[in-house]
């Protein structure tokens, strides 16, 4: 029995209550909220935007964040992101388009402006797929080792048609130590150069990503650490730039918390730079975001419905039929695995594959999320007096990218928690 997979369109019109369960639901009017105030942000800061796609992997909140079509790059960390995102290369502004030889030559302009990363670092068995996607995008890549600069010219060699040297970013790391190469690294100049003199690859610019300022608890922190991420890709870009002074560079920084604090950036870039920013998890938000302090609790789009299948009075507990798949087990300050909206001193404590188990875990965290709410729970509930047998649980989870991704549809709803419409995630890698 899956309702949600075969008739997810029947519900449109509906309240949310009368949906199946686990349902992931997202709030139209935080999502537009959310996007709007990120591209106002950028547009004052007069500095490009690339949007990673990676958190709702679809194709209608992709539009949103790109502001329907003015901004023109992404950043995929998957191949099926990428061709989830051709249909927004498809649409363009094309439908208004009126004769086959305009509409041609407007797709020709289009493919060329649409700029798509790729952002792990290359490795061969992406290639070929690359190659294929880059006839319909222009696909860029992620270097950080002199071997992916082999890689690309062993593939180059053997390419019956010889294709163009790759767009590439060289990936900074500002100390969250994943991808990427430190600027004070001896490799960098070394790796920037083996790019230079290769004919598989050309320089598009320097990307780093601060995963670390998830830990930020204060804009004054978010500010710093966007700040580092800065002066990394300049740090970074300037290798090439003193070396051949005509060239020019695009340094690439974000993180949804340094993107939440953009406004705020102070940097004057030298000569030949221009400044990017990118981010992805902003439009929904989720409790970790909120942990950050840089976002209130309303400003989450993302919300997990769950049905109360069992009460245990003698462990003050109950069960959902919300677990590990539909909510992650990804973690913040704030407890459990998902936190109970209008009661927010209950929370998933313990969950198995589709089992949750509700617990009352009173906390610093949860005592703000109250204050927020409004909700007026008091100290060491009893949960017979709280839940019952087909109650409907509504959930904030801890980490949106990674519960979506469980998900093969999403429930959006108006301001009413009124089902308005249907969206299908891209799914796979
Ligand atoms: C390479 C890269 N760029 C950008 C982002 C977007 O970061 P956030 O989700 O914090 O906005 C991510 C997220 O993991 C990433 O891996």
């Not at 010889?162 to 100049?189: H, N, Q």
């Not at 998902?338 to 009352?360: A, K």
Request: proline share 5%; hydrophobic share 40%.
């Amino acid at each position: 029995m899956d309702y949600s997979l075969q008739n997810h369109a029947s519900y449109i019109g509906r309240p949310i209550a009368e949906l199946p369960t686990p349902s992931l639901l997202l709030s139209k009017p935080v999502l537009e909220r959310n996007t709007t105030a990120l591209l106002e942000d950028v547009k004052k800061l007069g500095i490009s935007f690339r949007p990673h796609v990676k958190t709702m992997k679809c194709t209608e909140v992709t539009r949103m964040m790109l502001g329907d079509g003015l901004h023109r790059k992404i950043v995929a960390s998957t191949l099926c992101e990428i061709r989830g995102a051709l249909d927004l290369v498809r649409e363009g502004k094309l439908d208004e388009v009126r004769t086959f030889a305009i509409h041609w030559y407007r797709k020709q302009v289009l493919r060329k402006s649409t700029q798509c990363l790729y952002g792990l670092p290359v490795f061969p068995g992406a290639l070929q797929h690359l190659h294929d996607l880059s006839q319909s995008l222009k696909i860029q890549l992620m270097i950080d080792n002199e071997q992916q600069v082999d890689v690309l010219e062993a593939y180059l060699e053997k390419a019956s048609s010889k294709p163009a040297p790759w767009s590439v970013f060289v990936k900074i790391d500002v100390g969250s130590r994943r991808a990427g190469l430190a600027t004070e690294s001896p490799s960098l100049p070394k790796l920037i150069e083996r790019i230079e003199s290769s004919s598989a690859a050309t320089i598009h610019g320097f990307y780093c990503h601060a995963g670390h300022s998830y830990a930020t608890r204060t804009e004054e922190a978010a500010t710093a650490v966007l700040q580092e991420e800065v002066e990394g890709v300049v740090k970074a870009a300037k290798f090439l730039i003193d070396a051949r002074p005509d060239r020019r560079i695009v340094v690439s920084v974000g993180s949804t918390p340094t993107a939440h604090v953009v406004s705020r950036l102070k940097a004057t870039l030298p000569e030949g730079m221009e400044l990017e920013l990118h981010a992805g998890c902003y439009p929904s938000n989720d409790l970790q975001q909120v942990a950050t302090s840089l976002v209130t609790p309303n400003q989450q789009a993302i919300r997990i419905l769950a049905d109360v299948c069992s009460v245990y009075p003698e462990r003050n507990e109950a069960l959902i039929n919300a677990g590990t798949v539909a909510l992650s087990k990804e973690a913040s300050e704030f407890p459990g695995y998902g936190i109970v909206i209008d009661r927010p001193q209950w929370c998933v404590v313990r969950m198995s594959q589709e089992h949750g188990i509700l617990g009352w875990a009173e906390s610093e965290q949860t005592t703000r999320l109250m204050q927020h709410t409004g909700s007026k729970s008091g100290t060491g509930e009893k949960i017979e007096d709280s839940f019952r047998v087909g109650d409907k649980v509504l959930l904030y989870v801890q980490h949106a990218c990674i519960t979506s991704a469980q998900h093969f549809v999403y429930y959006v709803v108006d301001e009413h928690d009124v089902v308005r419409e249907t969206w299908v995630p891209w799914k796979g890698w």
